[in-house]
């Protein structure tokens, strides 16, 4: 069963990535911001940044939801550090694909302050980068540069989901 997590950063685009890309392969998409907790929304939403604590129990909903899924499915998280990808591996229960939306800060918080009726706060987006780590050689991923519009991001990131088995 294909399954993949679209990684990055806060403001990266993974909601409006995710469903033009479901949309163009068939797979289905959720967007993981969906499975956080009410106090982890809450918290962010204060401008706090979450800690690990709070995010174990959210990062293995995302593993779960990956593991029930019956058809290739797209999740949306933000996956920063190789500790959550490797937790959201573990509980899945088998292979998962990163695909890392990559780009400069710049780039993302003019597109985070564009953005309206989200709870995260572009005053986060510095935590965020300190916690990333970028997918290893060692991991199933691939990175894919934002800079381009969302349709050719796309068409960059199709083959990947279409050619799984």
């Not at 289905?28 to 800690?51: E, R, W």
């Not at 899945?92 to 990559?102: I, M, N, R, S, Y």
Request: charged content about 20%.
């Amino acid at each position: 069963m294909p399954r993949f997590i679209l990684m990055g950063v806060a403001g990266c685009g993974k909601t409006s990535i995710g469903e033009a890309l479901a949309a163009h392969t068939g797979a289905a998409f959720l967007d993981g911001d969906a499975l956080h907790p009410p106090g982890n929304i809450a918290k962010m939403s204060a401008g706090q940044p979450l800690t690990d604590e709070d995010r174990w129990p959210w990062l293995e909903k995302v593993g779960s939801a990956l593991a029930e899924a019956s058809s290739p499915i797209i999740i949306g998280c933000s996956a920063l550090k190789r500790v959550y990808r490797d937790r959201i591996r573990e509980t899945a229960g088998g292979e998962v694909t990163f695909l890392h939306l990559a780009g400069t800060r710049e780039l993302i918080e003019a597109r985070m302050s564009a953005r309206k009726g989200h709870f995260m706060p572009t005053a986060l987006l510095d935590s965020q980068f300190a916690a990333l780590e970028p997918p290893e050689a060692d991991e199933s991923a691939v990175t894919v540069d934002i800079a381009k519009p969302v349709p050719a991001i796309v068409e960059d990131m199709a083959p990947f989901i279409l050619r799984q088995p």
